[in-house]
């Protein structure tokens, strides 16, 4: 258990908090235009037949058979290191199950340094976004998630027991708590991913990102690593099980600096992020 903050550095911590959270990005959004109908015209009834009856429950059945072997593991391992492992491992089933190779673009998959503290602000489009960081970001790292995620069974039950960052969205003060902690991986070299937009798009568009959304990045001096997965809304937009296995990218920015920031600084660090994220969601595909 970590030590009780005092009533003075909570009250801090909350009023830098509500400081950040009154900040707002005004960054317009971005679509991919009309990629989503072609592709709707390519996958017809067997497509639907093949992942609803063969993908989505291969899905399933590694989600319970290793979700269940990681909560056992749990027990001996509160860090979420041996968790991480039965994770890539899942990820990486169900990236060979759906037959979506991804190419990697941007920094190399050797030349992320996490000598540092490091941010990993990641677009959100699709519930198979998850899969493809744990198999192409090659080292640990701790995901910040919204609270609402613990309702589901094995996936919730995981990222509580594996030592991921349960945000309450709606009020993020009484997440002081976990702030802290995730404060102290951070600055101990743990590096974090964050969905600044809060959860998936219902559009394929980019949303506004929530205020405050970069919050722990400045307060540990990390740097920001923007990363684009593009098509992951065409693979798999939100209320559907219908997989359209297709060839997919994660982009990666170069990292943007915190050092000497503050809280006040949040909007304009939003602003930068958002701006790369989008440089890179537009940018030609690699061929």
Known sequence: MNKIATTAELEKERAELRS???????????????????????????????????????????TIILGTVSLICSIFDRNGRIQHGFARLWSRLVMKTILSPVRVTGMSRDGFDNSRPRVYAVTHASALDIPILYVYLPFQFRIIFKSELLAYPFVGWHLKRSGQVCINQQNPAASIGAIKSALRSLRGGMPLVIFP?????????????????????????????????????????????????????????????????TVQDTEAVSARVKAAIEALQSAQRST
């Not at 009309?34 to 993908?55: E, M, P, T, V």
């Not at 205020?211 to 923007?226: R, S, T």
Request: hydrophobic share 45%; charged share 15%.
């Open 197 to 261: 937009e809060g959860g998936r798009t219902r559009d394929g568009q980019i949303q506004a990102f929530l205020p405050g959304a970069f919050f722990l990045a400045i307060k540990a001096q990390a740097d920001i690593v923007p990363i684009a997965l593009v098509d992951t809304f065409n693979l798999l937009p939100m209320n559907t099980y219908h997989i359209k296995c297709q060839p997919l990218e994660m982009r990666v920015g170069e990292p943007i600096s915190t050092a000497g920031l």
């Open 20 to 62: 950040a959270g009154r900040t707002n990005a005004s960054v317009p959004t971005w679509s991919e235009g009309g990629a989503g109908a072609d592709l709707g015209k390519r996958h017809g009834w067997l497509s639907r037949l093949r992942s609803y009856f063969i993908l989505a429950p291969l899905i399933w059945v590694y």
